[in-house]
């Protein structure tokens, strides 16, 4: 029997990252099924609720130990949450209400081009010819989709509504993506997600209020309840803690690129589980898309890699 060579990961770290980007497809195909039963505000609210509690007591040891540099970080904590949670997620809910899970995953994968555009506005990164040919290959692509292929919408600006959402959920990660240069060095990965989640949880509460006050209330069933249990547990802690246990094994490099599976595994459930079909658009969007991303995917000197490979989470 061949024996593995001392320091070469086995598939576990390989499998885990699978598992990861599966669990966030899943989250799309869930929000989509969920459109009709639970508010946009209530699933995000709910999901990070549940994750804070199972969280607790998962780094309540390393909370104790750290709980000063936790309100010593409050400022940066307070950003990287509201970007990951309130921006992130709810217009995510917001734009499955009007797009298809298929959709919204494409959309999201373009997160890549958008993290490079902040760093160039914001922090000053340069841009060589070919980063540009790539953003403009992959808008090219995310307007393919959001026109359905039929360029005359732009004409009329009659753009898909829950797209538009998406979009601005896809520039919050990348936000967030950016941001996360000024994370606490040394604070705990999972007192980090907890103290995240915790921030997230107390910022959607008035506006879970405001919606119910509104008179959009949750659907209490079995499949409400479950679907909710989905997020809050696997796309939420089991995602995160299965992501990062493989990027340590693997490095960032090899693991970035599990990302890409991201559309691939929506768009399998989204046709199995909702019915969606695939369409010659998506096509053309996915090759506009991905091909922007080879082209002006190559390191960004202050970006650290961890950063750029957490992106098109979901």
């Not at 598992?19 to 995000?44: H, I, K, S, T």
């Not at 490099?253 to 991201?262: E, N, V």
Request: with cysteine.
């Amino acid at each position: 029997m061949r024996q593995q060579s001392p320091g070469t990961p086995g598939i576990l770290p390989f499998l885990l990252l699978a598992l990861a980007v599966l669990f966030w497809a899943g989250n799309w195909v869930m929000a989509r099924a969920l459109r009709f039963d639970v508010p946009p505000v209530a699933l995000a609210f709910w999901r990070w609720t549940i994750a804070f509690v199972i969280l607790l007591p998962l780094s309540a040891a390393a909370l104790r130990i750290q709980w000063r540099q936790v309100l010593y970080a409050w400022k940066p904590l307070c950003l990287l949450a509201l970007l990951a949670t309130v921006l992130q997620h709810i217009p995510i809910y917001i734009g499955l209400k009007y797009t298809a899970a298929t959709n919204g995953a494409l959309l999201n994968a373009t997160s890549p081009i958008f993290i490079i555009l902040l760093a160039w506005i914001f922090l000053g990164e340069r841009l060589g010819l070919q980063a540009i040919s790539g953003i403009v290959l992959s808008l090219g692509g995310v307007l393919w989709i959001i026109t359905r292929g039929d360029v005359g919408v732009l004409a009329t600006f009659n753009f898909n509504v829950g797209d538009l959402w998406v979009l601005l959920a896809t520039l919050a990660w990348a936000g967030y993506t950016v941001c996360l240069r000024w994370r606490p060095a040394k604070l705990d990965p999972l007192v980090f997600l907890t103290s995240i989640a915790a921030i997230g949880v107390v910022a959607m509460a008035p506006l879970y209020a405001l919606e119910i006050a509104s008179g959009t209330t949750m659907k209490v069933n079995a499949a409400s309840l479950l679907g909710i249990v989905y997020v809050g547990m696997f796309a939420s802690v089991f995602a995160y803690i299965f992501w990062n246990s493989g990027v340590e094994q693997v490095g960032p490099g090899r693991a970035g690129a599990f990302m890409y599976l991201m559309p691939v595994f929506t768009a399998v459930l989204s046709m199995a589980l909702l019915g969606e079909v695939l369409r010659f658009y998506h096509a053309i969007g996915i090759v506009l898309i991905f091909s922007g991303i080879y082209l002006s995917s190559r390191p960004h000197p202050s970006i650290a890699p961890r950063e750029l490979n957490s992106r098109s989470k979901a």
